[in-house]
């Protein structure tokens, strides 16, 4: 994996950032994604295309910039600290294929 | 056959010509006679809109209600309904019952509409094809073999053949102008924090926006008026009053300056559909606006730089999906991992996968600055442009796709080429603007749509811009194939 792809002024170029088949299946990881065996070829292609389309930001003059997170200047609300909301676990268990008394289940964690 | 908009609705509603229970008996029969091919809806919710309709037309004899009381109405299956399974169309959320209303649907049946039910997408709106969702692609009542757009190509395909006579949208790139677009119907996208998020499931919260599909920008007005607004429950929504939408329908536009952004007229539009927009051009002409060459220099950086944000915050928001709460959950895993692993894998798409990757990939140790905090810089360049361009003009046109509607199939397996289709509005989103789709032509016989973006909450200005157009012309009326039958 390489983070910095085209040099300035090249745009749309081949394939410049190649994710590999181990880079696939440590990014899957890290997003608790399972990729079968069979597809890991084919999303490292798709991926490395996606990536060298987006790797044309590269050559843009952003240095003195401000990183822009919100597309509105505004400040995050704050509100009162009351309660607004009542207990409903009943009915948002029912969502869940695997609730019981009142708690969710998972496979067991502690030995 | 004729395809009425609400304020035609509204209006024989109220001289009781016909009755709520009638005009959603009459939808229902429509959605099943021709829903089979166009699979624009996911869910239909026949008995609950037959039950609102009758309460509808309870009041209506009263005289109570307003112009949307008995309307039906549906709503793109991102938005949360107590009691109506809400999918995203996604095998995630196949079999999940919202224990509550999002916003707009609250405000909307606080306001009388009647909701037939959910309308097919793009898996968890990712998508410009409407190909990506679990329950099917939706055909484009123009032309069967063509996608309706995406990702509220359900929304759009419904409004445009006729099934019902508006529908919610959501739009974080183009989602809702795009598919209004390419199905010849009206799509408006309000400016970021204008419409409440509550209760719509999260693809990307700095971009997404609620938005309708319509058939007339005088309906859109109507709805507008009854969805915007602060709401405590959405940490990113305005709280500014919402203005009088339906009074400034009608201002003139004499002396108006609308922008040309000279990036949305190159070489990668299609001749016929620029040709369209140019004649539309010349229609604000006549009414007096001044038309002025603009340039927004950085926007050839939009689309990497929207597929790097909505990626990342895909990723963020998509990590609620653990197979243990809600959604789809793999079973017999015999660790925890197991159980994340195998429930995502087996319950998202190959293109929500793709975004899932690329977003963890982008946000991850040693590539964060070069490619997310690269992008947030990127769109400050993006913005930058359209601030300086409004010091200008006081409204921006141009196209809404660079071409009309593309074949099913015809860009499935790449999508750098599918992520292309959304060049002109992807920008809009960036910048957090408002932007509205309206029909002006056609191209190879299927409709082209011309996109105007105004300043943040200048909802208002598109809304009547767009009604002074549709004042002028006719192709907002005009009825695809797949209603005006054979021969027609």
Same mark, same amino acid.
């Given at each position: 994996?390489?983070?910095?792809?085209?040099?300035? @002024?090249?745009?749309?170029?081949?394939?410049?950032?190649?994710?590999?088949?181990?880079?696939?299946?440590?990014?899957?990881?890290?997003?608790?994604?399972?990729?079968?065996?069979?597809?890991?070829?084919?999303?490292?292609?798709?991926?490395?295309?996606?990536?060298?389309?987006?790797?044309?930001?590269?050559?843009?003059?952003?240095?003195?910039?401000?990183?822009?997170?919100?597309?509105?200047?505004?400040?995050?609300?704050?509100?009162?600290?009351?309660?607004?909301?009542?207990? !409903?676990?009943?009915?948002?268990?029912?969502?869940?294929?695997?609730?019981?008394?009142?708690?969710?289940?998972?496979?067991?964690?502690?030995? | 056959?004729?395809?009425?908009?609400?304020?035609?609705?509204?209006?024989?509603?109220?001289?009781?010509?016909?009755?709520?229970?009638?005009?959603?008996?009459?939808?229902?029969?429509?959605?099943?006679?021709?829903?089979?091919?166009?699979?624009?809806?996911?869910?239909? #919710?026949?008995?609950?809109?037959?039950?609102?309709?009758?309460?509808?037309? !309870?009041?209506?004899?009263?005289?109570?209600?307003?112009?949307?009381?008995?309307?039906?109405?549906?709503?793109?299956?991102?938005?949360?309904? #107590?009691?109506?399974?809400?999918?995203?169309?996604?095998?995630?959320?196949?079999?999940?019952?919202?224990?509550?209303?999002?916003?707009?649907?609250?405000?909307?049946?606080?306001?009388?509409?009647?909701?037939?039910?959910?309308?097919?997408?793009?898996?968890?709106?990712?998508?410009?094809? *409407?190909?990506?969702?679990?329950?099917?692609?939706?055909? *484009?009542?123009?032309?069967?073999?063509?996608?309706?757009?995406?990702?509220?190509?359900?929304?759009?395909?419904?409004?445009?053949?006729?099934?019902?006579?508006?529908?919610?949208?959501?739009?974080?790139?183009?989602?809702?102008?795009?598919?209004?677009?390419?199905?010849?119907?009206?799509?408006?996208?309000?400016?970021?924090? /204008?419409?409440?998020?509550?209760?719509?499931?999260?693809?990307?919260?700095?971009?997404?926006?609620?938005?309708?599909?319509?058939?007339?920008?005088?309906?859109? #007005?109507?709805?507008?008026?009854?969805?915007?607004?602060?709401?405590? /429950?959405?940490?990113?929504?305005?709280?500014?009053?919402?203005?009088?939408?339906?009074? !400034?329908?009608?201002?003139?536009?004499?002396?108006? /300056?609308?922008?040309?952004?000279?990036?949305?007229?190159?070489?990668?539009?299609?001749?016929?559909?620029?040709?369209?927009?140019?004649?539309?051009?010349?229609?604000?002409?006549?009414?007096?606006?001044?038309?002025?060459?603009?340039?927004?220099?950085?926007?050839?950086?939009?689309?990497?730089?929207?597929?790097?944000?909505?990626?990342?915050?895909?990723?963020?928001?998509?990590?609620?999906?653990?197979?243990?709460?809600?959604?789809?959950?793999?079973?017999?895993?015999?660790?925890?991992?197991?159980?994340?692993?195998?429930?995502?894998?087996?319950?998202?798409?190959?293109?929500?996968?793709?975004?899932?990757?690329?977003?963890?990939?982008?946000?991850?140790?040693?590539?964060?600055?070069?490619?997310?905090?690269?992008?947030?810089?990127?769109?400050?360049?993006?913005?930058?442009?359209?601030?300086?361009?409004?010091?200008?003009?006081?409204?921006?046109?141009?196209?809404?796709?660079?071409?009309?509607?593309?074949?099913?199939?015809?860009?499935?397996?790449?999508?750098?080429?599918?992520?292309?289709?959304?060049?002109?509005?992807?920008?809009?989103?960036?910048?957090?603007?408002?932007?509205?789709?309206?029909?002006?032509?056609?191209?190879?016989?299927?409709?082209?749509?011309?996109?105007?973006?105004?300043?943040?909450?200048?909802? @208002?200005?598109?809304? *009547?811009?767009?009604?002074?157009?549709?004042?002028?012309?006719?192709?907002?009326? !005009?009825?695809?194939?797949?209603?005006?039958?054979?021969?027609?």
């Amino acid at each position: 994996m390489r983070a910095h792809g085209f040099p300035p @002024g090249v745009i749309n170029g081949p394939v410049a950032v190649k994710l590999t088949p181990q880079d696939v299946e440590h990014i899957a990881h890290l997003a608790r994604l399972e990729i079968g065996a069979g597809e890991i070829d084919s999303v490292a292609a798709k991926l490395s295309s996606i990536m060298s389309f987006v790797d044309q930001l590269q050559a843009a003059d952003t240095g003195s910039v401000e990183p822009m997170a919100h597309p509105l200047d505004m400040a995050q609300r704050l509100r009162a600290d009351e309660v607004t909301e009542h207990d !409903q676990r009943d009915l948002f268990q029912r969502n869940s294929s695997a609730a019981a008394d009142g708690f969710y289940t998972v496979p067991r964690v502690i030995e | 056959m004729s395809r009425p908009g609400i304020t035609q609705l509204a209006r024989a509603l109220r001289a009781r010509e016909t009755s709520s229970r009638e005009l959603v008996a009459g939808a229902l029969a429509r959605i099943e006679a021709q829903d089979r091919v166009l699979n624009s809806f996911i869910s239909v #919710a026949a008995g609950q809109a037959l039950a609102a309709a009758d309460r509808a037309d !309870q009041q209506l004899a009263r005289g109570e209600g307003g112009p949307l009381t008995g309307i039906p109405f549906a709503h793109k299956d991102i938005f949360c309904t #107590a009691g109506l399974r809400t999918t995203c169309a996604s095998k995630m959320l196949a079999d999940f019952i919202p224990p509550y209303d999002a916003t707009v649907v609250s405000r909307l049946a606080a306001a009388g509409i009647v909701v037939l039910g959910k309308t097919n997408m793009d898996e968890f709106a990712m998508g410009s094809s *409407n190909e990506t969702s679990f329950f099917g692609p939706v055909r *484009n009542p123009w032309d069967l073999q063509r996608s309706p757009g995406g990702s509220s190509g359900g929304s759009a395909a419904a409004v445009a053949a006729g099934l019902v006579p508006a529908a919610t949208g959501t739009d974080t790139g183009g989602s809702i102008r795009q598919p209004a677009a390419l199905t010849g119907i009206t799509g408006l996208k309000p400016t970021y924090g /204008r419409v409440s998020r509550y209760g719509m499931v999260a693809f990307a919260s700095s971009l997404d926006q609620a938005g309708i599909l319509t058939l007339s920008a005088e309906d859109a #007005a109507l709805l507008l008026s009854a969805m915007a607004g602060f709401d405590p /429950r959405d940490s990113t929504s305005a709280d500014l009053p919402v203005p009088d939408y339906m009074a !400034q329908l009608g201002e003139a536009v004499a002396g108006r /300056r609308i922008g040309l952004p000279k990036e949305f007229f190159d070489a990668g539009l299609d001749p016929a559909s620029a040709s369209a927009v140019r004649e539309a051009l010349r229609v604000y002409e006549q009414l007096g606006a001044k038309l002025v060459e603009i340039s927004l220099p950085s926007l050839a950086l939009s689309v990497p730089t929207y597929y790097i944000v909505a990626p990342a915050e895909c990723s963020s928001n998509l990590s609620r999906f653990d197979g243990v709460r809600f959604g789809y959950r793999h079973e017999g895993a015999q660790t925890l991992e197991e159980l994340y692993k195998k429930s995502r894998g087996e319950g998202f798409g190959a293109e929500v996968k793709r975004r899932i990757l690329t977003g963890t990939y982008v946000l991850s140790a040693g590539y964060y600055d070069a490619y997310y905090l690269k992008a947030q810089k990127a769109r400050q360049l993006i913005a930058r442009d359209f601030r300086r361009c409004f010091a200008e003009v006081d409204i921006i046109a141009g196209p809404t796709a660079p071409t009309p509607a593309f074949r099913l199939g015809e860009k499935v397996d790449d999508p750098v080429q599918m992520y292309l289709n959304d060049i002109y509005t992807i920008a809009v989103n960036l910048a957090g603007l408002p932007g509205i789709s309206i029909p002006c032509g056609y191209s190879t016989g299927l409709p082209v749509g011309l996109q105007l973006v105004g300043p943040h909450f200048g909802e @208002g200005r598109l809304l *009547n811009f767009a009604h002074l157009y549709q004042r002028e012309t006719d192709w907002h009326t !005009q009825l695809p194939p797949a209603v005006a039958g054979p021969g027609a």
